[in-house]
């Protein structure tokens, strides 16, 4: 592959979208992503990283349309087996899902680290982007909520989001580093952008940006950090942001979003929505329609992020 | 349930077959089966018994009619992807056949017995007999050929029995305790007849009776110890016994397995095709036809098999 171009910083559905558009607007080797891996979790045996699997299957087309997570074409044999085995079943996998769970779960075990699986399984994809954990070594992301504390996924996937949240804390990052190959790309001095994909700033871009190292890196890099809103007239398009918002007493509003990444971005994508708020930022905006329904939405939004960081250009 | 009232020893397809008629013509509770965990395995991260789950799917009207093994309406999403994910496709899971497998290891890891979980999926499954296996502890068969000492899988599975069989051993037998139920059922005396289902000998029979204390207790029970014949005409009905006779050195006839069973059985059950065999038996004989096509077979064979016991009747 050529050497990385733009590097986007990603959670699962919401920030898959645009690094689709990213994907799809540059050519093969250009762009790196980097995942959260805080979601990941050990279920019924297996390892699963649910926000590196919606990247993989949207990147190689294979993301179920309907489900919005998932592979397309799935059967559930498993699942309502499972089920009538009395076995927990409130995390839906589907049977060619579960092949990535198993398959990745004997590499895990037989020593390869997370990055060279997700590598490998990428390639037998026919990705031509790099797609990488924050880390190699297992963070996990809990929730306190007035429910007590909770692992991600118990509080996200079996009870629904519905505790209220209070606040969030991202076991093993104060030990884990930065995946190589990560610090590897936001080191190259070809690197044009840096890309915050519009996914959840809380439960999927701070997990990515808790490891040691990894805001250092980003701002290391001479290439602009440009943050892509995940809310939209005061809601989010996909996800719990805005009642997670609410819960943790901050205003759910893009500028809340800008001042929580201050100090990291050079640059907002705003919603045309919100096109009112773009006076109070303290740092150069670009408003555009965010709302990604079509593919044509995703290239068009990768394209103006693109031409928005370029126009911001290198830092010093 | 009610007391155990017969006992068979019985390992995969062939052994479920008379394992289904007998359980067919006795009462609920009345039939405990021990079961060859002999050739259990890992496989991607999973324990599969591959006998004791053949038993589960048979005596519960789940098995594979067409394939003889598995599940029936079995769905192959998970296989199909895992081969595309370059994972190893030489053991065919099905996907809900891989539900009893992840749900199992999830249980042996959380520290169950082997028993406790089998038991657990008999009752979900409705089965209204005792499914034990031979030990709790792991016993894995491995097969001295000429291209080595081979795990049993993959000697049966993998290389489709083609290697030349030269020795069989039972790692961790030694070390191996008899199931608890087992011996609880064996010693219970009301137990009237034992039976060795037409199981191979060497590959099937053999693991059980390697678990020290097990040969004790079929001698020590009063009840009549009666094998059925795995050979007619000189050849297996399935699998490879007569193959592995032939590499064995041993001559393919029911004659060598009731020898074979000497000092352990007290009749032996010859398939008519054979009967001029007959006169040769030093112990008492019952010739009918052995092969099981319909299941109306499994259930006559299973009759005049409990019958042929009661005339031999208890031990003094």
């Not at 890309?195 to 990515?208: A, E, F, G, K, W």
């Not at 819960?247 to 990291?264: D, F, K, N, Q, V």
């Amino acid at each position: 592959m050529s050497a990385p171009k733009i590097l986007a910083l990603s959670g699962g559905i919401g920030g898959a979208k645009l690094a689709l558009g990213l994907y799809r607007v540059l050519s093969a080797g250009e762009l790196t992503l980097v995942v959260n891996s805080g979601d990941d979790f050990e279920h019924l045996g297996l390892t699963i990283c649910p926000d590196l699997d919606t990247t993989l299957y949207t990147l190689a087309g294979l993301a179920n349309p309907e489900l919005g997570w998932g592979r397309r074409d799935e059967t559930w044999t498993f699942m309502k087996t499972l089920e009538s085995l009395g076995g927990e079943s409130w995390f839906r996998l589907g049977d060619g899902d579960l092949a990535l769970h198993v398959e990745r779960t004997r590499r895990l075990k037989a020593g390869e680290t997370l990055s060279a699986v997700i590598a490998a399984v990428a390639a037998r994809l026919g990705i031509q982007a790099t797609i990488l954990p924050m880390s190699d070594d297992p963070v996990r992301t809990r929730v306190a909520t007035d429910a007590g504390e909770l692992a991600f996924q118990d509080y996200f996937v079996r009870l629904r989001c519905a505790p209220q949240v209070r606040a969030l804390r991202f076991a093993g990052a104060a030990a884990a580093a930065v995946a190589p190959g990560a610090l590897a790309a936001l080191a190259a001095p070809q690197l044009e952008a840096i890309i915050l994909c519009p996914s959840n700033p809380y439960l999927s871009v701070d997990p990515i940006l808790a490891v040691p190292g990894m805001r250092a890196a980003l701002r290391s890099s001479g290439a602009p950090v440009i943050a892509v809103t995940p809310l939209v007239g005061g809601q989010a398009i996909k996800g719990p942001t805005a009642k997670i918002m609410g819960e943790l007493r901050l205003a759910p509003s893009p500028l809340t979003i800008a001042r929580h990444y201050s100090g990291l971005i050079d640059g907002f994508v705003l919603d045309a929505r919100d096109a009112a708020l773009a006076p109070q930022f303290a740092l150069p905006v670009h408003v555009t329609d965010t709302v990604m329904v079509e593919l044509t939405d995703r290239e068009r939004l990768a394209r103006e992020a693109l031409s928005f960081a370029a126009r911001i250009g290198r830092r010093a």
